[in-house]
């Protein structure tokens, strides 16, 4: 039952924006992850695990941004992200509340199952009254400013890459399937910005609690860490996240990442998710909160 299902953060549309009542796909094309037992041994099953936990639901929160960059100084953002599933694809939404800047910046993201269809970024900037077309070959630009790239919130698919079993092992007390992976193609280092590296997902709904990738730039990495996590319209997922630049082995700087009003299968509008509603002043997807946003 997707009642039981755990999910990251990572589904929540922060990408575009990092990632988040009955809207459950029961046809959906790829199946949901479920917990398994006995415990996988093979790397390829695990990746594959993690790549599907996202199916069958939608999701919505408010992001509070905190960035502290290499001199210590510290940016803050505010953005609505949501996400939708669109068949076998993802459908991503995010609007920046602030700082003023920033304040109307929209994106919409197509992250793609399907073959032949690739992943799009598109980003609305009021300024000049613009959408922009984004190429595959920034979405390793990090967003809004942050330590997260943009390519980092669209989901890994097991085909674009090699895998080693590295066994298995807790991690803040959550049992976790420890794996090193590799991209097989450039055009998925370009993608994301990120080389080879180690996932660590729960061992029974595969979300991945932490990770640790070799930057396309030389002697960097980045470090994703899950925090607090809490169960949310029967999702399990993180009220927070960081996500750390390392250079030369030292942290140089970090993103903190907080949700407000999270929900998850609330029957989100369609609408949102077209490209014709990115811009549209009558659309009323910067005016949404969740119940949950009440709740607290």
Request: hydrophobic share 40%; aromatic share 10%.
């Amino acid at each position: 039952m997707f009642s039981k299902t755990r999910t990251s953060l990572f589904a929540l549309a922060t990408a575009a924006v990092a990632s988040f009542a009955g809207m459950a796909q029961a046809d959906a094309l790829l199946p949901q992850a479920t917990p398994t037992s006995p415990l996988m041994n093979d790397c390829r099953d695990v990746m594959e695990a993690v790549q599907n936990r996202y199916n069958g639901y939608d999701s919505w929160r408010i992001v509070h941004m905190k960035i502290t960059d290499e001199t210590g100084a510290i940016k803050t953002r505010r953005i609505a992200a949501a996400h939708k599933n669109d068949g076998i694809n993802r459908r991503l939404r995010s609007y920046v509340f602030d700082p003023s800047e920033l304040a109307g910046v929209e994106s919409s993201v197509r992250d793609s199952f399907e073959p032949g269809l690739p992943d799009k970024v598109w980003v609305y900037l009021p300024s000049a009254d613009k959408i922009i077309d984004v190429k595959s070959e920034d979405l390793s630009q990090r967003l809004y400013g942050s330590d997260l790239a943009v390519g980092e919130m669209l989901i890994r698919q097991a085909d674009d890459y090699d895998c080693k079993m590295l066994g298995t092992g807790e991690f803040r007390g959550y049992p976790v399937y420890k794996i090193y992976v590799t991209p097989r193609t450039e055009e998925e280092v370009i993608r994301l910005g990120l080389r080879d590296g180690e996932l660590w997902a729960d061992t029974e709904t595969f979300m991945p609690i932490y990770s640790s990738f070799n930057a396309d730039a030389p002697n960097e990495q980045r470090v994703l860490e899950t925090l607090d996590l809490r169960w949310v319209n029967g999702v399990f997922a993180p009220a927070r996240y960081r996500v750390s630049t390392i250079k030369e082995g030292r942290v140089v700087s970090f993103s903190d990442f907080e949700t407000e009003g999270e929900a998850f299968n609330i029957g989100l509008p369609s609408r949102w998710f077209e490209l014709d509603d990115l811009s549209n002043p009558a659309s009323d997807f910067k005016d949404f909160r969740s119940d949950n946003i009440a709740a607290n």
